[in-house]
């Protein structure tokens, strides 16, 4: 069963790959690149502060201040995030607003997902 197939069938009817079968090698080639993506602590609070954000979008004027980097810092660890597919953005007037990618996100959690309750007496 694909990743694809697993989020067409829901979380109720599935279990994540890693803890039922091995990903395929086209399964692990689709994913690596997120998880590549996410490997820098900037870059993974930035998602989660996206991700987060109340009205589910975020200014990128309201990201800078949450860092001890420069601006430009943010900007490239953006870029790495949209060029992964794990954010969007809009150009509004002077600023970029972000909203993170429910897709991806949703492809991601079929990986990492938990595992199926283990019923007490059946292990």
Known sequence: MSIQDRLAAGAATWCAPLT?????EDEAAEIAPLFKALADPVRLRLLSLIASHEGGEVCVCDLTVAFDVTPPTISHHLKV????????????GTWVYYRANPEV????????????????GTA
Do not use: F, H, Y
């Not at 039922?20 to 395929?24: G, N, T, Y």
């Open 81 to 92: 995030l949209r060029q992964a597919g794990l954010i969007e953005g809009d150009r509004r």
């Open 20 to 24: 039922c079968k091995p990903l395929s």
């Open 105 to 120: 996100l949703a492809k991601l959690a079929a990986v990492i997902g938990p595992a199926p309750a283990v019923q007490a």
